[in-house]
Each structure stands twice: as C-alpha cells, then as structure tokens.
C-alpha cells in the first residue's frame, strides 16, 4: 500500500545506522506493553469477563494505543495489523500464562519489522 512505509518509518522514527542501539529500546518497549497489556489489563478483564471478550477488548486498547497521524486509511491498515499483533500476543500469554513469552513474541515481531522497513 502506498505510503504505508512512510507511515510506519514516521511513527516509530529510527535511524537505520542505528538498527543496534534500537534493540534495548525494541526490547524495554514490549516488555513494558506486554506487562501493561497482557500481565494486567488481559490478566483482570479475565476475572471478570470470558477469555475471548477480554482478548478482543486488549487487544482494541493496544491497538489504540498506537494511534498515529497520517492518511487515516493508511493508519487504519496500522492499526488492523496491530490488533491482529495484539490477538496473537495474548493467546500466547494465554497459552504460557508467561509475560516474557509474549515479550519475546512482540521483541521479535517488532524487531523484524524494523529489518524489513530497512530494504
């Protein structure tokens, strides 16, 4: 999608001599939503809420989250893919019942996005 690219570059401003020094900060960055997101927010809507309500709405606050300027149906794009992010982070913590397995998930997806909007 045109412009998509930019969009992404624009919301998460890196340098590409800089792709190491990003690394720690890819990483801080999904532990910190990860315990927000999954480890709280996930953790207590399931106490009151069935799993699969409680997944969709994290997964809509995270989503949100994310909201950037731009074109909106460039951002819109965005922001389905983050969701649908969102969606697997959150069956994999369901799954582990481990925020760090879901933080490697999320390091590693962002991670390849950098690498990807590198080329």
Known sequence: ???????ILS????VP???????????????GEEIAMR??????LTKYI???????TTSVL?????????ELHIVLYDLAFIFIDSILY????????????STIAHFIANLLSVLVFLR
């Open 1 to 7: 999608m045109p412009g998509f690219s930019d969009h």
């Open 11 to 14: 919301r998460t401003s890196f």
């Open 17 to 31: 001599s800089e792709v190491l020094a990003l690394i720690p900060t890819l990483l801080i960055a999904a532990l």
């Open 39 to 44: 480890g709280f927010m996930q953790n207590q």
């Open 50 to 56: 069935k799993f699969v309500p409680a997944l969709i």
């Open 62 to 70: 995270f989503a949100m989250c994310h909201i950037a300027k731009g």
């Open 90 to 101: 959150g069956l994999i913590f369901k799954k582990t019942n481990n925020v760090c397995v």
